[in-house]
């Protein structure tokens, strides 16, 4: 006999949709492209809104929706039986309508990075306490599936690493930037015109952003609680043209990626500038696109790559945790339940070993480059290529050198001894090439 399900036999889930910008609007609209969206046998019907301002014009109609100045008093209403955070920071309003809905056993969506990437692990416990579901797949590359990839399809592996570029901002300005042969600050503020970038960009060029986002990834491969407070973080503020020029020569191209490695001694989350060979998947996702590389033991290597941002695709991914809801998922919210979740240990970044690019601006005369490599020698630093290549009206010669493999903290070391160098003019760049 055919499985035939009648409306009547739908359940309706009331949904409570807090914060109501781009990916707000982008649920909002889907709702009403699929009303009552019934791909897990349920039935989803918007009951409440609530946003800053209630008479701001918005893409779509809420005239007929019952309107929350307070989204706890929205997280909280009898008539809401799932809880939609979609307002962001990691604290305020947003964590406060969280806990409300989740102390009353409700199951939470959000799309919230910073929130998850901060108070995970006491959100977690929360949520399993009360036996609700707290759901995030849009926080980490938008629509493009990655949450439920590292936590339900490779939870049968091991992760060793993974790393990727998960800041479309960052990924576009950089784009830009070797495209057209433009400053950091011009295309920026291009960027920011255009609306591609935030009017203050910080979280996302400063690479936070990134790091709430390989924090999350990081927790859910390797079963430990979400510590955002030990991510190595460096943003693209000071990548230089000239860098990304001299980097292409070398055969790279620079990207900002984010990386989680497991090790014996513990976890090292990083949000760095690297550089990626140029014929390497993630150094080919250009534009606002985001990409992922995760190495399993068992697996081996896996690569997505796709949209990480924007109304529709974040639309879609919040849409597909309501479905999960419908299906009563009764996983806990990390790898493992909250209380077993193995503390977070982090790696010393300065014992890490890794390759590196490295760029001094040197007075053009004789006997420079030999004392920056004796120098580098001195520290235990070996040079793997090296290029020279003067600049028309420069100050000074640019020389740039690939090394060998090195510890993190031998490479300091020698930067600033050849910083402390009389033919040295600037200060040196270090980039680190991605471990991929
Ligand atoms: N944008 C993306 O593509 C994207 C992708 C992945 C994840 N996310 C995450 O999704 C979340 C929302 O991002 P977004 O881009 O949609 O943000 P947004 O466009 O800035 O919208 C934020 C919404 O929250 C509302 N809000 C702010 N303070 C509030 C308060 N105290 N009470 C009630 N509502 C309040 C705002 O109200 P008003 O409209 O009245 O000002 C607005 O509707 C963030 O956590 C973000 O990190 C975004």
């Known amino acids: 006999m055919a499985f035939v399900m009648t409306d009547m036999d739908r359940k309706t889930w009331r949904v409570g949709v807090a914060g109501l910008g781009t990916v707000g609007a982008g649920l909002l609209n889907f709702l009403a492209e699929r009303p009552g969206f019934a791909p897990a046998g349920g039935r989803a019907v918007v009951t409440g809104v609530s946003a800053r301002s209630r008479t701001r014009p918005r893409p779509f109609d809420i005239s007929n929706l019952p309107w929350f100045d307070d989204p706890v008093a929205l997280a909280r209403s009898p008539d809401v039986d799932v809880f939609v955070e979609l307002i962001g920071g990691s604290d305020g309003p947003a964590k406060a309508a969280v806990e409300a809905a989740l102390s009353l056993g409700k199951p939470v969506v959000t799309a919230n990075k910073a929130l998850i990437a901060e108070h995970g692990a006491e959100l977690a416990a929360l949520a399993e306490a009360k036996g609700a579901p707290l759901l995030f797949e849009a926080a980490v590359m938008g629509g493009t599936p990655a949450v439920k990839m590292v936590r339900e399809a490779l939870v049968g592996d091991d992760i060793q690493s993974i790393a990727g570029i998960l800041n479309g901002t960052c990924n576009y300005i950089l784009t830009e930037m070797e495209a057209g042969g433009r400053s950091f600050a011009d ?5 920011q015109r255009l609306g591609y970038a935030e009017a203050d960009p910080t979280m996302d060029v400063g690479g936070f952003d990134a790091a709430h986002k390989i924090t999350i990834l990081a927790a859910l491969a390797f079963g430990c609680a979400p510590n955002f407070a030990a991510a190595e973080i460096e943003g693209i503020e000071q990548v230089d043209l000239l860098d990304i020029r001299m980097a292409r020569d070398l055969g790279y191209r620079i990207k900002l990626v984010a990386s989680a490695e ?50 529709g695709p974040t639309a879609a991914a919040v849409a597909a945790d309501i479905a999960d809801v ?12 909250a209380g077993a979740l193995e503390p977070f240990k982090a790696v010393d970044p300065s014992k890490m070993t ?5 760029r001094f601006l040197v007075k053009d005369e004789p006997g420079v480059i030999a004392a920056v490599s004796e120098t580098l020698a001195g520290a235990g630093v070996s040079i793997e290529s090296f290029l020279q290549k003067p600049t028309e009206g420069a100050q000074g010669v640019p020389i740039v050198l690939t090394t060998h493999a090195v510890t993190e903290s031998a490479l300091t070391a020698a930067v600033e001894r050849i910083a402390g160098l009389e033919a040295v003019l600037d200060r040196p760049r270090l980039l680190r090439i991605a471990r991929i």
């Open 187 to 191: 295309v920026l503020g291009e960027a």
């Open 262 to 311: 497991r090790s014996e001694d513990g976890v090292l989350v990083r949000v760095h500038p690297s550089l990626a060979p140029l014929d390497h998947p993630l150094a080919q996702a250009g534009g606002a696109l985001n990409a992922l590389f995760i190495e399993g033991r068992r697996i081996g290597r896996i690569f997505v790559q796709g949209p990480g941002a924007g109304a």
């Open 326 to 337: 419908m299906t009563a998922p009764q996983r806990p919210v990390f790898q493992a339940p």
């Open 354 to 358: 890794g390759r590196a690019y490295l």
